[in-house]
């Protein structure tokens, strides 16, 4: 038997119907769909700073800026993974505010500062000291978080 084939206006209106229910669907599927983001368990927490720590003590300023960068991505899994949303880790960390201690909240600005200034300043010479400071400030936030 052969398949009759649509006219082009009634294409024309499946494709319209089909857009118009993807626009008006959409925002509720983002607010009652479960989160297919899991949360971070306290055993992912301490495998993923242990290996930061470990990625520091390589003893390099390449290996710090890369235990940081790698801390604040980290950070922002966190936050994804407990619902924050934003388009930047910055908008998310924002949101969060307002469930975290007010010190780990400021640890955690403290750190991504740090980071953006890795990122985003080419000049920008970074010590032991100063790299030990941010991933124990990145650790104090995401420790709080996943409480």
Known sequence: MKKQKKSREVEVFDMIM????????KPFVRI?????VKKI????FQDEFKRLWGVFQLGDEAHFRQAITE????LDKVLKSQNFS???LGERLKLAGG?????AYQ???NAHKVRNRIVHESDFALLSFQTKKTLNDF????????K
């Open 107 to 109: 640890a955690a600005w």
């Open 32 to 36: 009652f769909k479960p989160s297919a």
């Open 41 to 44: 368990a306290q055993k992912e």
């Open 139 to 146: 650790e104090k936030a995401i420790k709080e978080l996943i």
């Open 99 to 103: 469930k975290m201690a007010e010190s």
């Open 71 to 74: 801390a604040d991505n980290f």
């Open 18 to 25: 089909s857009g118009l229910g993807k626009i008006i669907v």
């Open 86 to 88: 934003g388009k930047t």
